[in-house]
């Protein structure tokens, strides 16, 4: 079954309501900024990759209406339109490389009529989709190398189809080596508090016929003491200069738990994910969201007494000396990652 989280159809963007899995498999259309921004923000879209392609679509929205004779209004608008959706969510690198990607293209090209600019902007932003597509592939080939027939892999968030265009990244790896015909299970954990472990990553894996159990995400020692646990892949929001790596919240935990237990801990990434700008960890910017998404389950049912505080950070860094490898559409890196990275952007 293939699975297709971010389309463009009919001049919007086709997003499949996140929020709505796993009872109900339904699409949204957006059509301006401001539900984007609302759809970025609310999760209705989500993962590194899908939302960057959802703000280069998004940059089309903002400047498509409007004036075509009037170049510098133009300029303006698409200035406004990135300064609006970078600030949607802080974390994942994509968001920027999307924005900054057809911006640079539009500006590239700012000598060309306005409407030619437009629809330069927009195959651009097409591009940014079709790439991630290929990319995703590439890191299953190259990932699928690491997974032996019979292992049981844990992952933690979603990095699958759902966090991309349609087929994933940590769970690209796991589609691939099913195709190559090993049997796989997984461990997926459920990932409080907004649950993409056990309502997308066991939807999309069930959905694909590959063996998944849900794991609170208290489970993970357990299951690494008992043995259970061949390997961790999960994905990432940003990758520092020196393999440090932003990932959902509870990812360093099972980063450390791994490397107690002598378990390889891998990132599966796009090269789009990487920051160099950043030099560690320390300086990726964390997303703070909001009290009630801890203290109330899918912000319905109140888990905790009235009044109470809570802190919910989206994402942590897992620094590099915990990685066994990160594994790219160029190839896998290993460390010294300062050193590899570095030549892997240089090719
Ligand atoms: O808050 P989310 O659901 O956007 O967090 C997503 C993740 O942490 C993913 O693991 C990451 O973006 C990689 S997606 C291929």
């Not at 939302?51 to 510098?72: Q, R, S």
């Not at 299951?223 to 360093?252: C, H, P, Q, W, Y």
């Amino acid at each position: 079954m293939n699975i297709r989280t971010i389309d463009w159809k009919d001049n919007r963007i086709r997003l499949i309501e996140q929020r709505k899995l796993p009872q109900e498999l339904k699409y949204v259309n957006i059509g301006n900024l401001r539900s984007l921004w609302r759809a970025i923000k609310t999760l209705q879209v989500r993962g590194a990759p899908a939302l960057g392609a959802a703000v280069a679509l998004g940059i089309y929205l903002g400047v498509k209406g409007g004036d075509e004779d009037n170049p510098k209004a133009f300029s303006r608008k698409l200035d406004e339109a990135a300064k609006y959706l970078a600030a949607s969510r802080p974390t994942a690198r994509n968001l920027f490389y999307g924005i900054e990607r057809v911006c640079a293209k539009a500006k590239a090209n700012r000598h060309l009529p306005v409407a030619r600019i437009k629809r330069i902007i927009l195959s651009e932003a097409l591009k940014v989709m079709e790439e991630d597509r290929v990319a995703c592939r590439k890191i299953g080939i190259n990932g699928s190398r690491l997974i032996k027939d019979g292992d049981t892999i844990l992952t933690i968030c979603n990095a699958g189809a759902l966090a991309t265009i349609d087929y994933g990244t940590a769970l690209g790896v796991i589609y691939r080596a099913k195709t190559e015909g090993k049997k796989i299970k997984v461990f997926a954990s459920e990932t409080r508090p907004l649950l993409q472990g056990s309502r997308l990553t066991a939807w999309e894996l069930h959905k694909k016929g590959i063996e998944v159990s849900v794991i609170s995400d208290n489970t993970a020692g357990f299951l690494m003491r008992e043995g259970k646990i061949n390997l961790v892949i999960t994905g990432a929001d940003r990758i520092a200069a020196n393999g440090d790596s932003a990932n959902k919240i509870g990812t360093f935990n099972l980063a450390l738990l791994a490397k107690y237990h002598k378990i390889p801990f891998y990132i599966a990434a796009p090269l789009t994910t990487f920051d160099l700008a950043v030099r560690s960890g320390e300086d990726i910017p964390i997303e703070m969201r909001s009290p009630e998404e801890v203290t109330k389950i899918l912000l319905k049912k109140e888990v905790a007494p009235k009044g109470a505080k809570a802190l919910n950070p989206a994402f942590d860094v897992t620094p590099a000396k915990f990685i066994t490898a990160i594994i790219t559409d160029k190839g896998i890196l290993r460390p010294d990652y300062r050193r590899s990275i570095k030549k892997i952007f240089s090719q």
